[in-house]
């Protein structure tokens, strides 16, 4: 399995979907990147990231389908929706 993540200054790029080699087969693969935001910076999730799930609790109490285009600042309770 491929999965490409890219670095550039401060922007994480995060590709919407992996690959598999001629070889393998499908076996329910899935990938898992876990992205650790300091207390007191903030973050914005590309409305491109739409068909990803994300897993993290937020204080604005926003589904999973509505997290996306959004800039959030980590905070001690949490992420939070950055106004």
């Given at each position: 399995m491929q999965?490409?993540?890219t670095s550039?200054?401060?922007t994480l790029l995060l590709e919407p979907y992996f690959t598999l080699t001629n070889?393998?087969?499908?076996?329910?693969q899935e990938v898992q990147v876990m992205v650790k935001v300091p207390t007191g910076k903030s973050v914005f999730l590309g409305a491109n990231l739409d068909r990803l799930h994300f897993d993290?609790?937020?204080?604005?109490?926003i589904r999973n389908k509505?997290?996306?285009?959004?800039?959030w600042m980590m905070t001690p309770e949490g992420?939070?929706?950055k106004k």
């Open positions: 999965y490409n993540v550039r200054d401060s070889q393998a087969n499908w076996r329910s993290f609790e937020n204080t604005n109490n509505e997290i996306t285009g959004k800039t992420l939070s929706l």
